[in-house]
T-cell receptor, first 112, second 113 residues
């Protein structure tokens, strides 16, 4: 089991550019979560999916953020246009129907 | 809404010292409770869990007991090691973890030799 796979591990981009973060959940897990981690705010849930359907996107900060899960094995989080305050570590996690998240290693995003 | 409050860090201990990291929660119903650990540069890993009152979760020498009367889930370890240095997060979930987790802000632990 390769775990939750996120790409890229690091992303440096200029303000105004589009950024796409990718996540491959564990096979058989039916829930997928996107979190953002910063020193100031800690871990914030952005959005989560259940069986590929968005269930709660109340944490998505602005319309600049969008997330998709076109199938059970892939999800993207897109920021367009990016801003310096979006700099953070973005984590994807997946969970089976019972308890237990598995987190990916995260994508460290720096917007300059 | 649901929330988790854990003690402010950082916490610095000497090797073999006793560790307690306090965690209290606010939630309706009977949430499941978790401790996660994050080592530098890595994602969070589940350390232990408890799904009902008076349950004790344990793993790698760490323990935490689900106390409904005090709405607490304090993390303890009798003798910490340098390798325990990490950030520890307390969290709750309404549905045992398949629904969203609500995290505390994390407590950074440093263990010195």
């Amino acid at each position: 089991d390769a775990g939750v796979i996120q790409s890229p591990r690091h992303e440096v981009t200029e303000m105004g550019q589009e950024v796409t973060l990718r996540c491959k959940p564990i096979s058989g897990h039916n829930s997928l979560f996107w979190y953002r981690q910063t020193m100031m705010r800690g871990l914030e849930l952005l959005i989560y999916f259940n069986n590929n359907v968005p269930i709660d996107d109340s944490g998505m900060p602005e319309d600049r953020f969008s997330a998709k899960m076109p199938n059970a094995s892939f999800s993207t989080l897109k920021i367009q246009p990016s801003e310096p305050r979006d700099s953070a570590v973005y984590f994807c996690a997946s969970s089976p129907a019972s308890y237990g998240y598995t987190f990916g290693s995260g994508t460290r995003l720096t917007v300059v | 809404g649901d929330s988790v409050t854990q003690m402010e860090g950082p916490v610095t201990l000497s090797e073999e010292a006793f560790l307690t990291i306090n965690c209290t929660y606010t939630a309706t119903g009977y949430p499941s409770l978790f401790w996660y650990v994050q080592y530098p540069g890595e994602g969070l890993q589940l350390l232990l869990k408890a799904t009902k009152a008076d349950d004790k979760g344990s793993n790698k020498g760490f323990e935490a007991t689900y106390r409904k009367e005090t709405t607490s889930f304090h993390l303890e370890k009798g003798s910490v090691q340098v390798s325990d240095s990490a950030v520890y997060f307390c969290a709750l979930s309404r549905q045992g973890g398949s629904e969203k987790l609500v995290f505390g802000k994390g407590t950074k632990l440093t263990v010195n030799p």
